[in-house]
């Protein structure tokens, strides 16, 4: 419960990347329901700022959230880079769909309300 609130906080349920394999089988389930991938650096006040407002608006029953922490997985968001052909960005949000790239932002300009019009 936060200082200002009466609402109790509910964890996202975030799938938590952490193999190159994990992140291929996400992108073939992509054909099958919207992979969001966010992108955060744990060091990175910015980075936090986004993930809680993405966390506050999304609705995780529309899409796979992904999570992965960049200081820990920095391999694997070289590969989503390299597969995606996304240029890295930290935060950063990935929205695939039936196998393609739909959607990229990152900092402040990532919101859940876009994607979730677009899925």
């Not at 969001?36 to 809680?52: D, E, G, P, V, Y």
Request: net charge neutral; hydrophobic share 40%.
């Amino acid at each position: 419960m936060g200082l200002f609130s009466s609402k109790q906080k509910v964890e996202f349920p975030w799938v938590k990347l952490t193999s190159s394999e994990q992140f291929h089988e996400l992108l073939k389930s992509s054909g099958a329901k919207p992979v969001l991938f966010f992108k955060h650096s744990t060091r990175c006040s910015i980075s936090s700022m986004a993930l809680n407002r993405f966390e506050n608006n999304m609705d995780p029953e529309r899409a796979i959230c992904v999570y992965l922490d960049l200081i820990a997985y920095r391999p694997i968001s070289a590969e989503i880079e390299a597969v995606t052909k996304v240029e890295h960005q930290s935060p950063q949000a990935i929205l695939i769909s039936n196998h393609e790239v739909i959607y990229t932002e990152t900092h402040s300009g990532i919101n859940a309300s876009d994607i979730l019009k677009l899925i």
